[in-house]
Nanobody, 123 residues
Framework: HVQLVESGGGSVQAGGSLKLSCEAS????????MAWFRQAAGNKREWVAS???????SYIGSVKGRFTISADSGRNLLSLQMNNLKPEDTGMYYC??????????????????WGQGTQVTVS
């Protein structure tokens, strides 16, 4: 039974930085995909970044060059370093884990396990 707990959210001025962390328990191997999603108030949840079991990373275009996703080899700790934050980065950020790549359809985002979320506010 996988559980995810996010931390590190907060309020920051535009141009500032935050680092989000996600502690995972119940992951017994490094074969999980890990990802970050976010949801602004009144908007649909969107995928932000993923890291594959082999360490390959991918990002939504709006955060490329500003955000960095990383994870330890056992997938027990996932991080998202966010630099040069913009007001449009504001939202609830969720950690996700799945044996397949987490993704979003036009109406819904899919992952086996979700964290409870951590709020990021950029003003």
């Amino acid at each position: 039974h996988v559980q995810l707990v996010e931390s590190g959210g907060g309020s920051v001025q535009a141009g500032g930085s935050l680092k989000l962390s996600c502690e995972a328990s119940g992951i017994t191997s490094g074969t999980y995909w890990m990802a970050w999603f976010r949801q602004a108030a009144g908007n649909k949840r969107e995928w932000v970044a993923s890291i594959s079991p082999t360490g390959r990373v991918s990002y939504i275009g709006s955060v490329k060059g500003r955000f960095t996703i990383s994870a330890d080899s056992g997938r027990n700790l996932l991080s998202l370093q966010m630099n040069n934050l913009k007001p449009e980065d504001t939202g609830m950020y969720y950690c996700a884990a799945d044996r397949s790549p987490p993704y979003c359809s036009p109406d819904y985002c899919f992952a086996d396990t979700w964290g409870q979320g951590t709020q990021v506010t950029v003003s």
